[in-house]
């Protein structure tokens, strides 16, 4: 199986469009995706491999996602998520805590954005406790990773709760949204106003009573992404500080 999911793999290559690939996802030196390389296959591509090899072990899942070619880890991860949609509960919770020991090789935005919240936020959005209920299983997890010192754990940390924003639960969103909110780092600053501009789609008030409390101190590039839907009017208002 491995074997074959390797062949079908490089026959897809375009060596072209992985020359472009690795300038768009910024591998160059010093860049946030350094030393990354690519194949230069497309994603609905690489969704049919995945697919194709959904039954692929855990041992044969690490070896791709270990490998130092960026379509080799996204297909493992997508491979994850077609097993996590079949799996029971006891089967997820295996596909969650490997996706989690995993973390170093979830190293690009595009690994992290279509692949945490269908896993990580999932699991915990269906199975974490709340307050009339005990699972024993916490959202503590993503608290550690948004205090992360790697990028894409934080980038993890609130992705992952475009599940919960989903299910019109903002809560964590928002704590973690806080916590990010001095981050050094651009692609944090956009996760986190992407976040918070899904909450305001499905609750203005309380995406602008996080703003109003924050938005003098927030990095200009996570309001531009927060307040992007909004009105003319209120988003120059915005801008230019004048809330």
């Given at each position: 199986m491995y074997k074959k999911i390797i062949k079908e793999i490089k026959q897809?290559?375009?060596?072209?469009?992985?020359k472009d690939l690795m300038w768009f996802f910024k591998t160059g030196k010093g860049q946030y995706g350094e030393g990354d390389i690519f194949l230069g296959i497309t994603i609905p591509e690489q969704r049919k491999i995945a697919k194709n090899f959904s039954d692929l072990?855990?041992?044969d899942i690490q070896k791709l996602l270990n490998n130092k070619y960026h379509e080799y880890r996204m297909i493992a991860l997508l491979i994850l998520i077609c097993q996590f949609l079949k799996a029971n509960e006891k089967n997820k919770k295996?596909?969650?805590?490997?996706?989690?020991?995993?973390?170093k090789n979830i190293n690009n935005w595009d690994l992290v954005d279509l692949t945490a919240p269908k896993i990580v936020g999932?699991?915990?959005?269906?199975?974490?406790?709340?307050?009339?209920?005990?699972?024993?299983?916490?959202k503590n997890i993503l608290y550690k990773l948004a205090r992360s010192k790697h990028l894409w754990e934080k980038r993890i940390?609130?992705?992952?709760?475009?599940?919960f924003?989903?299910?019109n639960n903002f809560n964590d969103t928002l704590k973690i949204s806080e916590i990010l909110l001095h981050d050094e780092h651009d692609l944090i600053h956009k996760a986190v106003g992407w976040m918070l501009r899904e909450v305001g789609k499905r609750d203005f008030q309380i995406e602008e009573n996080f703003l109003k409390k924050h938005y003098k101190k927030m990095p200009r590039m996570m309001l531009r992404y927060a307040i992007e839907k909004f009105p003319k009017e209120l988003y120059d208002e915005y801008l230019n500080g004048r809330i």
């Open positions: 897809k290559s375009n060596p072209q469009k992985a072990t855990f041992f295996q596909i969650y805590n490997f996706y989690l020991k995993n973390t999932e699991y915990l959005a269906e199975f974490a406790g709340s307050s009339t209920k005990n699972t024993g299983i916490s940390a609130i992705i992952s709760t475009y599940s924003i989903k299910r």
